[in-house]
C-alpha cells in the first residue's frame, strides 16, 4: 500500500505561485509513475501532469503547459508541481495519483488507471 499525502495548497492572487508537493509512505515512490490531476468545482477530474517513475518524461496538459512544473526526489519519496501565473481557472482540489511503471503510461498518462491517489489540496486563485 502506498499513502500518498498532498500539501501547499492555498489562497493566491492571479499572476500568483504555489508549489504543491505529494508525500508517500508505505512504499517507495521510485518505482511509480506519477500524476497530478484536479477536479474544479462542478467539472471532471482532469489530468494535469504526469511524470514517469525516473523523472525522464514529464508530460503536461495544453491548459498548464509552460506555466506548471512538475519534478520529483525518489530520495525524499516525494513528488512535486510548481505553480506560476496562476490563473482563477486553475482553481479546484488538486490531486496526486501513483501507479507501478507500465509502457501504456508512456502513451497517455492521463488515461491508466491509478492505483493510489492523495486526499487532495485545495488551491484557489483570485481574480
Known amino acids: 500500500q502506498v499513502q500518498l499525502v498532498e500539501s501547499g495548497g492555498g489562497l493566491v492572487q492571479a499572476g500568483g505561485s504555489l508549489r504543491l508537493a505529494c508525500a508517500a509512505s508505505?512504499?517507495?515512490?521510485?518505482?511509480?509513475?506519477m500524476a497530478w490531476f484536479r477536479r474544479a468545482p462542478g467539472k471532471e477530474r482532469e489530468f494535469v501532469a504526469g511524470?514517469?517513475?525516473?523523472?525522464?518524461?514529464?508530460y503536461y496538459s495544453d491548459s498548464v503547459k509552460g506555466r506548471f512544473t512538475a519534478s520529483r526526489d525518489n530520495t525524499k519519496n516525494s513528488v512535486y508541481l510548481q505553480m506560476h501565473s496562476l490563473k482563477p481557472e486553475d482553481t479546484a482540489v488538486y490531486y496526486c495519483?501513483?501507479?507501478?511503471?507500465?509502457?501504456?503510461?508512456?502513451?497517455?498518462?492521463?488515461?491508466?488507471?491509478?492505483?493510489?491517489w492523495g486526499q487532495g489540496t485545495q488551491v484557489t486563485v483570485s481574480s
Open positions: 511524470i514517469s517513475w525516473n523523472g525522464g518524461s514529464i
Open positions: 495519483a501513483a501507479t507501478l511503471d507500465r509502457d501504456d503510461w508512456y502513451s497517455a498518462p492521463w488515461a491508466v488507471t491509478y492505483d493510489y
Open positions: 508505505g512504499r517507495t515512490l521510485a518505482a511509480y509513475d
